[in-house]
């Protein structure tokens, strides 16, 4: 996957482009917006192999999620966000952000059909990632009118993180 990297005006990166070969470029000096233009250009133009860009924060990353869909409704747009906790910390990240970074790496383990860009920050990137094997082995395949038998399936839940209780507080 490309990730962003040489640096140079917005204009001279347009022209010098050549959106058949992968490659490293960093947007640098463009207005908000027009970075979004060339990134879906880009990431159309690298189909399946994608693209990954680093935003500076959060902020900037769901800002750009927001634009790129605007400019190519059809472009997949996954984002990989940091954790919300320090590490050695006594709070756990969100389950949100957790469910995010998961479902992200799981779309990115399985083949991918179609143009997509990963957007991330560099705080999100310092942080370790499970290995693809383990996305994999994390799988549970049910279908409808299939039968499953209990402890089974409450095996493989207790394997994956998931906890029994009366009352569901969290998704």
């Known amino acids: 996957i490309p990730v ?11 022209h010098k482009i050549d959106f058949d070969k992968p490659a490293r ?3 640098a000096g463009a207005p908000v ?3 979004a233009r060339v990134l879906a250009s880009l990431a159309q133009a ?6 990954v860009h680093v935003a ?18 059809n472009l997949k ?3 990989l966000p940091a954790w919300d906790c320090l590490p050695y910390d006594r709070v756990s990240p969100s389950g949100d952000i957790v469910a995010e970074r998961m479902a992200t790496l799981w779309v990115l383990s399985n083949k991918i059909s179609g143009a997509y860009i990963v957007l991330t920050t560099v705080a999100a990137l310092t ?9 994999q082995q994390a799988r549970c395949t049910i279908k409808k009118g299939q039968t499953v ?10 394997i994956n993180g998931y906890c029994r209780t009366d009352i569901v507080r969290e998704a």
């Open 77 to 79: 747009v996954l984002t």
């Open 149 to 158: 038998q209990r402890p089974a399936l409450q095996t493989f839940f207790d």
């Open 127 to 135: 942080q370790r990632l499970p290995p693809a094997e383990t996305l």
């Open 25 to 27: 470029h960093t947007i």
């Open 33 to 35: 917006g027009h970075d």
């Open 46 to 51: 690298a189909g399946a192999r994608g693209l």
């Open 4 to 14: 962003s990297c040489n640096v140079m005006s917005l204009e001279s990166l347009w």
């Open 56 to 73: 500076l924060d959060d902020m900037r990353a769901a800002n750009l999620k927001d634009l790129l869909t605007f400019f190519a409704p």
